[in-house]
């Protein structure tokens, strides 16, 4: 069972930048696709952001494209999303993901979530 944990979060102002990590207790290398997904008060689950097992290909939800940067290093078991130009409405628990499928994978694993706090 592959245990995902996030950190990075944080209370950042309007215009700035964070860096979450997801750091996975083994390979995922079954479940190849790296995701992140972000939850507000009060509304669903979204999807924010993939990359594939050779980070050759990435996707990105409209919201965050030219925003948001996500990368993986699998010698680590480590993923990554680069957040600048932060928004209030990027407020939320951010969690990482993995599974198999492309763009948006069927997720098998998940993390506790990190919280991201944008304040104007």
């Known amino acids: 069972q592959v245990q995902l944990v996030e950190s990075g979060g944080g209370t950042m102002q309007t215009g700035g930048s964070l860096r979450l990590s997801c750091g996975a207790s083994?390979?995922?290398?079954?479940?190849?696709?790296m995701a992140w997904l972000r939850q507000a008060p009060g509304k669903e689950r979204e999807f924010v952001a993939s990359?594939?097992?050779?980070?050759?290909?990435?996707y990105y939800a409209d919201s965050v494209k030219g925003r948001f940067t996500i990368s993986r290093d699998n010698t680590k078991n480590m993923a990554y999303l680069q957040m600048n130009n932060l928004k209030a409405e990027d407020t939320a628990v951010y969690y990482c993901?993995?599974?198999?499928?492309?763009?948006?994978?069927?997720?098998?694993?998940w993390g506790q979530g990190t919280q991201v706090t944008v304040s104007s």
């Open positions: 990359i594939t097992w050779s980070a050759r290909n990435t």
């Open positions: 083994e390979s995922t290398y079954e479940s190849p696709v």
């Open positions: 993901a993995a599974g198999r499928g492309w763009p948006v994978p069927k997720y098998e694993y």
